[in-house]
C-alpha cells in the first residue's frame, strides 16, 4: 500500500479491534506454581490505547482465549469491549457492530493465523500485525511494527494513526 493511501485510510479509523495475547502481550502465558495465569502487559500501550480512546475512537478487545488478567486489564484501561473464548474473531466483529461498534473504517490488530478471519472482515480498512507476527498474517498486513508483541506496540498505532503530539 503506497503512504498516500495509508494516510488516507489512517486518518479516517473510527474503531480498533485487537487480539490480545501475541499484541498487548508477548504471548507467553506463565503459570503460578498454584496454576494462577499470569501475563505481562506494556504500560505503553495502555496509555496509548487510552489516548486512542480520548479522540474517539471505538476499543474492543477480542482474544480466542478467556482470562482473569485480560478482564482485569480491559477493566483498568476502561474498555468495555471484550470478547474471550473466539473462534471466529471475525464473527466476533459482526456482533460488535450489532452492538454499537463502527461499521466501517476498522482497524484490526492480530499477530496468529486466527486473527486472518478479523483481518479479512468486509468492514476492516487497516490490518497491523507485529514484528514477530505469523508470516501469513504479515504478508496480509498493511502495516507491520517495529515493536514484538508486549513491547508497547500501541504506541505506533497512535504515531501511524498520528496522534502520536495529541
Known amino acids: 500500500m503506497n503512504t498516500i493511501h495509508l494516510n488516507e485510510i489512517?486518518?479516517?479509523?473510527r474503531g480498533i479491534v485487537s487480539d490480545i495475547d501475541g499484541v498487548l502481550t508477548s504471548g507467553e502465558i506463565i503459570y503460578s506454581s498454584s496454576g494462577i495465569e499470569l501475563k505481562s502487559f506494556n504500560v505503553k500501550d495502555g496509555s496509548s490505547?487510552?489516548?486512542l480512546k480520548n479522540k474517539g475512537i471505538d476499543f474492543a478487545l477480542v482474544s480466542g482465549r478467556e482470562s482473569v488478567a485480560?478482564?482485569?486489564r480491559a477493566e483498568e484501561l476502561g474498555i468495555k469491549r471484550l470478547y474471550e473464548n473466539?473462534?471466529?474473531?471475525?464473527?466476533a466483529l459482526d456482533e460488535l457492530i450489532k452492538n454499537g461498534f463502527p461499521s466501517e473504517n476498522i482497524c484490526a490488530i492480530g499477530d496468529d493465523i486466527q486473527?486472518?478471519?478479523l483481518?479479512?472482515?468486509?468492514?476492516?480498512?487497516?490490518?497491523?500485525?507485529v514484528k514477530d507476527g505469523h508470516p501469513r498474517v504479515i504478508e496480509e498486513a498493511d502495516?507491520?511494527?517495529?515493536?514484538?508483541?508486549?513491547?508497547?506496540?500501541m504506541l505506533e498505532v497512535c504515531e501511524l494513526l498520528n496522534m502520536e503530539s495529541q
Request: a positive charge; glycine letters at 12%; aromatic letters at 4%.
Open 10 to 13: 489512517c486518518s479516517n479509523i
Open 86 to 91: 473466539i473462534g471466529d474473531k471475525g464473527s
Open 115 to 117: 486473527d486472518l478471519s
Open 119 to 129: 483481518f479479512r472482515h468486509s468492514c476492516v480498512t487497516l490490518k497491523i500485525t
Open 49 to 51: 490505547i487510552v489516548r
Open 143 to 153: 502495516f507491520v511494527t517495529k515493536r514484538k508483541g508486549g513491547e508497547g506496540i
Open 70 to 72: 485480560n478482564q482485569l
